[in-house]
């Protein structure tokens, strides 16, 4: 199996569960790896400035990064834009009176910001058993409360990259999800009752073939990992895919392959089996 790129998803996959680490494992895998000629390229639906510590250490192997599921490509090192989609206002505002309707907490991310009334923050706090780091990393340090979030989409120059639903009632997600798909976008669950709103251009499919013409490489001879909804498009992409063994039944079930969970080294196992062949 000639492995030319892998396509690494990031929470639930490679970090452990402080969402900001790798096993010694995974680093000394992702280096030999790059060694070996494979291009490493996380995958993940953080913003720019959310990227955990172990994908800046300055590794050889550290170039592009695809963010916001798809959203964007970036050098890591730079922040350099090469690819960009995002949602227009009028759709934001209209997923934002959308949310309103069902009472549902909303949020948008844009220019390393999360968005939200503080209606909505309030909302989202009795799911702290679910969304703890949500709410404490990624609201408590860029989290930005509006008066008026439709207003807000409408702020010329925002590009708004991904909208956050962080939880919806399974009772409301049929008729919400119904409703969603008149709408010019994309969205899959990212978490438990958690889901993310994007471009209609933009899903980690999408930006994965998008990489492989920048950088000149076949789809068929790349591999991706991942665990969750956002990750599905990802998956049917690669001409090789990996599905960690925490990943939901159905997820495993269209990969080529299952690894062990992301806490027993799966994501490391996964490289050293399909791409060192040890």
């Given at each position: 199996m000639d492995i030319q790129l892998l396509a690494l998803d990031l929470d639930g996959t490679s970090l452990q569960a402080d969402h900001q680490s790798f096993t010694p494992r995974l680093h000394?895998?992702?280096a030999d790896a790059h060694a070996q000629g494979v291009i490493i390229v996380p995958t993940t639906g953080r913003q720019q400035v959310l990227l955990p510590p172990p994908i800046h250490t300055g590794a050889a192997w550290e170039n592009l990064c695809i963010l916001c599921n798809g959203g964007e490509i970036r050098r890591i090192a730079t922040g350099e834009l090469l690819r960009g989609h995002y949602?227009?206002?009028?759709?934001?505002?209209?997923?934002?009176?959308?949310?309103g309707q069902y009472d549902l907490p909303v949020e948008l991310s844009a220019q390393g910001h999360m968005y939200l009334t503080q209606e909505s923050w309030d909302k989202e706090l009795p799911y702290r058993e679910f969304i703890g780091y949500h709410l404490d990393?990624?609201?408590?340090?860029?989290?930005v409360v509006v008066e008026d979030l439709a207003q807000t989409a409408h702020t010329p120059g925002l590009n708004i990259d991904k909208i956050h639903l962080p939880h919806i009632p399974d009772e409301v997600y049929p008729s919400l999800t119904a409703q969603l798909d008149t709408l010019p976008l994309n969205y899959f669950p990212s978490g438990l009752r958690t889901m993310e709103i994007?471009?209609?251009?933009?899903?980690?499919?999408?930006?994965l073939l998008e990489v492989c013409e920048l950088l000149g490489v076949d789809p068929a001879h790349t591999m991706a990992m991942g665990d969750s909804g956002n990750?599905?498009?990802?998956?049917?992409?690669?001409?090789?895919?990996?599905?960690?063994?925490?990943?939901?039944?159905?997820?495993?079930?269209?990969?080529d392959a299952v690894t062990l969970?992301?806490?027993?080294?799966?994501?490391?196992?996964?490289i050293e089996r399909y791409i060192l062949h040890k």
């Amino acid at each position: 199996m000639d492995i030319q790129l892998l396509a690494l998803d990031l929470d639930g996959t490679s970090l452990q569960a402080d969402h900001q680490s790798f096993t010694p494992r995974l680093h000394q895998a992702l280096a030999d790896a790059h060694a070996q000629g494979v291009i490493i390229v996380p995958t993940t639906g953080r913003q720019q400035v959310l990227l955990p510590p172990p994908i800046h250490t300055g590794a050889a192997w550290e170039n592009l990064c695809i963010l916001c599921n798809g959203g964007e490509i970036r050098r890591i090192a730079t922040g350099e834009l090469l690819r960009g989609h995002y949602v227009p206002p009028q759709t934001a505002a209209a997923v934002v009176k959308l949310a309103g309707q069902y009472d549902l907490p909303v949020e948008l991310s844009a220019q390393g910001h999360m968005y939200l009334t503080q209606e909505s923050w309030d909302k989202e706090l009795p799911y702290r058993e679910f969304i703890g780091y949500h709410l404490d990393v990624v609201l408590g340090q860029n989290g930005v409360v509006v008066e008026d979030l439709a207003q807000t989409a409408h702020t010329p120059g925002l590009n708004i990259d991904k909208i956050h639903l962080p939880h919806i009632p399974d009772e409301v997600y049929p008729s919400l999800t119904a409703q969603l798909d008149t709408l010019p976008l994309n969205y899959f669950p990212s978490g438990l009752r958690t889901m993310e709103i994007a471009p209609s251009a933009s899903a980690k499919g999408n930006a994965l073939l998008e990489v492989c013409e920048l950088l000149g490489v076949d789809p068929a001879h790349t591999m991706a990992m991942g665990d969750s909804g956002n990750d599905v498009s990802m998956l049917q992409a690669a001409g090789f895919s990996v599905a960690m063994g925490n990943a939901q039944p159905h997820i495993q079930a269209l990969a080529d392959a299952v690894t062990l969970p992301y806490d027993q080294d799966g994501a490391a196992i996964a490289i050293e089996r399909y791409i060192l062949h040890k």
